[in-house]
């Protein structure tokens, strides 16, 4: 008796229109040096590349920021979902990264922030980008802030 193949899973569709539309966004993004990409709605965007701490290769996403003038402050949401994003973790190994901000590029370490200065950014944060506040509320982890700081 033949087995039928499977229907692909909506998640599995779902990250993998998601990885395509993150390659594009951070292709076009490099090209037009952040003039298409470098905003999502009102909220800035960079572009942020880490290296992937099992593959040794390098992934660039594209994260909204907020400036707070000695460094860039980052929230590794991930949605509100129930795990850390990727390139979190990678962030978490070697707390170095690269990041374009529309036509500067870097070399950045990162920080994930106390309970103290987060409480500081949050606000900010939400204000940049609403969603955020929403996306607490869906976990019960909290949601990390990290700050890149030029190296």
């Not at 966004?25 to 990409?37: A, D, E, F, K």
């Not at 920080?111 to 506040?133: G, H």
Request: with cysteine; aromatic share 8%.
């Amino acid at each position: 008796m033949a087995v039928k193949p499977s229907k692909p899973e909506l998640g599995g569709l779902r990250m993998a229109l998601i990885k395509l539309w993150v390659r594009a966004h951070c292709m076009l993004y490099r090209l037009t040096n952040g003039s298409i990409g470098g905003r999502l709605g009102e909220s800035p965007v960079l572009l942020l590349t880490t290296v992937g701490r099992k593959s040794g290769r390098q992934r660039s996403n594209p994260v909204i920021y907020l400036p707070t003038g000695r460094s860039y402050a980052i929230v590794a949401s991930l949605a509100g979902a129930d795990r850390h994003p990727g390139w979190y973790l990678n962030l978490e190994a070697s707390h170095e990264a690269d990041i374009q901000v529309l036509d500067q590029r870097m070399h950045v370490r990162a920080q994930t922030v106390d309970a103290a200065r987060r409480d500081q950014l949050w606000p900010e944060l939400v204000a940049i980008y609403p969603p955020y506040a929403e996306y607490q509320t869906r976990t019960s982890r909290v949601i990390p802030v990290i700050e890149l700081f030029p190296a």
